[in-house]
């Protein structure tokens, strides 16, 4: 957003100020004008990324002068937030209907207005550089198709009827697709129901190109999924804004939905946090663990340079490593003694069963994997798929290294928690057979930078 030209309009000098001194604090480069007239010069003159433009102004209003910019070609795909004192529903309202891409009260500019710059900006640089896939039988329709697009900043690949665009749109992997209906071999009616049935393109946008005459059809096609239709001939100016319009709002469906999947997720996870601190609860012995493990894990991911990203997903997998043994029965889970070779084997399930209760979770598969693998060995004796060497999941080598050694220095019924040296001689003595050499080199990294009286 640095290199953001924006274009402040507002007939009071000192709000005209004070917006240009706070977006100038966020590294943005602004132009003011004080009325929708100089703001319209303006835009003739340059360039600009975004307006900001208030209500009341004299000669040209902020709605009068949001509603020019949105109904002329060369300035439509340019965003509009209005920033007014006329803040009532009703006003806000208004400057949604002359095209504003955003508004925000003048009493919340310093809290809200960088962010809404932040969100609107996103949304426009989304749609920019997207490849549109234009199927086309006229040569001519074509190239003036492929010009006014490529001018506006859009990547175009071209196919001369259906069949042709069914050949190459796994290659051209195309944002929204543009499509005549008459054509030879496959129609554009055929296409949409095609790729209707295609899962990796039925959510995809598409356009249809038509004459008046289609509009039987149309109303059926639209019905199946088709985002918009533009009636032949037509302006290649409004063809743009339409596709610009289009995109923008598959994105923001798009950041809707992720932050929908996010809080369900979170929701998730945290009853799941729940049903594990109410296993744990069935042993006092174990009771922790999981927190502890992930703890030592998350410093493991740091050691190794996790992302955020990396480390959320390294967060969810130790803590839920041992759900699986909500599955075990109690006579084995909670026997003091050494198990049999089958409460042994029935044990081992426990890193099956976390992914048996988990997989319907969304999104989630490589954290259960990662999860279910701790209990496998870098020589490939472990189980429960005898994985070797890098086969195994990072994440499952961090979280193994993390529970023998939380294991080892814990409390158990058969035994009392070892000192925290000779745990770590055990694990020492495991790397390349039973651990990671590079997650074990991690693990010691971590643990020298702690003092011996915080290792217990």
């Not at 929204?176 to 949409?192: S, Y």
């Not at 999947?261 to 996870?269: R, Y």
């Not at 075990?328 to 089958?342: F, H, S, Y």
Request: net charge negative.
């Amino acid at each position: 957003m640095n290199k953001a030209n924006v274009l402040i309009v507002d007939d009071s000098r000192s709000v005209r100020f004070a917006v240009k001194a706070l977006l100038s604090s966020s590294g943005i480069h602004t132009v003011t004008a004080s009325d929708g007239l100089q703001g319209q010069e303006a835009l003739r003159r340059e360039q600009f990324d975004l307006v900001i433009t208030d209500v009341d102004m004299p000669n040209l209003s902020g709605l009068e002068f949001c509603q020019w910019i949105k109904s002329n070609p060369e300035t439509a795909h340019i965003p509009v937030i209005v920033l007014s004192s006329l803040d009532t529903d009703v006003d806000i309202e208004n400057g949604f209907r002359v095209g504003a891409d955003a508004y925000v009260p003048k009493r919340l500019a310093n809290k809200e207005l960088i962010p809404r710059i932040e969100s609107v900006m996103n949304k426009c640089t989304f749609v920019k550089d997207k490849t549109i896939l234009v199927v086309e039988d006229s040569k001519t329709i074509q190239m003036v198709v492929k010009q006014g697009l490529k001018d506006a900043g859009f990547k175009v690949a071209l196919a001369d009827d259906g069949q042709h665009a069914l050949e190459i749109i796994d290659d051209v992997a195309p944002d929204i697709l543009l499509t005549d209906l008459n054509m030879p071999r496959v129609d554009g009616h055929e296409l949409c129901r095609r790729l209707f049935n295609m899962d990796k393109y039925k959510l995809m946008p598409i356009v249809v190109m038509s004459s008046l005459g289609d509009k039987p059809m149309m109303r059926g096609l639209i019905r199946d999924g088709v985002a918009a239709f533009i009636v032949k001939p037509f302006n290649v100016d409004m063809l743009v804004v339409t596709m610009e319009k289009l995109l923008s709002d598959h994105f923001q469906h798009m950041l809707e939905e992720r932050e929908r999947l996010v809080l369900e997720q979170k929701l998730t996870v945290g009853t799941i946090t729940s049903l594990v601190n109410a296993l744990e609860a069935r042993d006092k012995y174990t009771s922790g663990h999981s927190e502890s493990v992930t703890r030592l894990s998350i410093a493991i991911g740091r050691e190794l340079g996790f992302s955020d990203t990396e480390m959320n997903r390294l967060q969810i997998a130790a803590s839920l490593h041992d759900l699986g043994k909500i599955g075990v029965r109690d006579n084995v889970l909670l026997k003091p003694g050494k198990l049999t070779e089958d409460e042994f084997e029935h044990m081992q399930t426990h890193t099956v069963v976390v992914q048996d209760i988990l997989k319907s979770m969304h999104g989630m598969e490589d954290v259960l994997v990662a999860a279910s693998s701790h209990h496998e060995r870098w020589d490939g004796t472990g189980y429960p798929n005898g994985l070797k060497g890098e086969d195994i999941p990072l994440v499952g080598r961090i979280i193994a290294v993390a529970d023998v050694f939380d294991a080892l220095t814990s409390d158990r019924p058969y035994r009392d928690g070892m000192p925290v040296e000779k745990a770590l001689q055990i694990i020492s003595e495991g790397v390349g057979s039973h651990f990671c050499p590079t997650v074990a080199a991690a693990f010691f990294r971590y643990m020298k930078t702690l003092k011996k009286g915080n290792l217990t």
